[in-house]
């Protein structure tokens, strides 16, 4: 069971959620094979709670195989039951363990279902805070080798969405100031998406993705094959510069009763270091990988 609370000295929001010391753990395994029986392979429907959405063929029944994506409640949540949402989003039924093994398309309806969920998180009648996330490998955060992504509805809004709201106004816009630099900062683009290293970063060895015409949020107009081919690019990229590691990618977007002006983004994160005390103590980031030679070894990738 979780609970919220907020840290009286740091003033930060903590969801209190021991159950979560609970989840089965396979990522130890090198070999494509995971340790024990997957949960989220094609046949394993069974081993999940009940799928809250699928794609899957039209004669297909739910909570069967014949699923291209499927979505499931977490069955260790952050929050407990009423208090919020938190789903996964199953991208395959092929038992693939990293982003660069999914097809172009896998990602592009990956990141599309993602919209949708936290669309409905946002919209359930509850005010909650929707942000969707993949943890890649164990260094990230992953707990189950088969690649997989989190859709989590917030019952507070946390305050780092809150600056990052205000940073975006009628007249301001970092997302359009960082895509103005000079072009050795950027790694890739598709049509009218373009991924780049921002020139200061929030973490060390940051790619981040977007559109050159701000939107603020993900829907039916955008283009998700660009975005699943841009995407397929950087991880690509990512893979045969730093040989496959473990990685975050993190959607960014106007989340409800946000800013109108925001320019939505998607900030892919190699987990080349370790937060270590300066990070964990005081919040302030150390970027190890100097962004422009970071750009340059991507582009040479």
Known sequence: MS?????PIAGQPVLMAPGRAAR???????????ARPCPFCEGAERDTPRETYAERADDASADSPGWTVRV??????VMAPG????EVVVPTPRHVTTLGELTVTELADAMRVLALRMEV???DGRDLVPFAFVNQGAAAGASLQHIHAQV?????????????????TSDRNPIADELSRRPEFRVGEHRDLVAWCPPVPPLSGTIRIAPTTRAA??????DYTALGALL???????????????LNVMLHQQRPGGSDHFHWHVDVVPRLGTLAGLELGTGVMAIAQEPRAMAERLSAA
Do not use: Y
């Not at 949020?217 to 955008?222: E, I, M």
């Open 3 to 7: 609970a919220e609370a907020w840290d």
């Open 24 to 34: 089965p753990h396979d990522t130890g395994s090198t070999s494509a094979a995971p």
């Open 72 to 77: 499931v409640p977490n069955k260790f949540p």
């Open 83 to 86: 208090e919020g949402v938190h």
């Open 121 to 123: 998180a946002g919209d």
């Open 152 to 168: 989590v509805g917030l019952p507070l809004v946390p305050p780092i969405m809150r600056a990052r709201d205000a940073a975006f």
């Open 217 to 222: 949020q993900l829907d039916s107009a955008t």
């Open 232 to 246: 397929a690019e950087v991880v690509g990229r990512v893979d045969r510069a730093f040989d496959a590691p473990a």
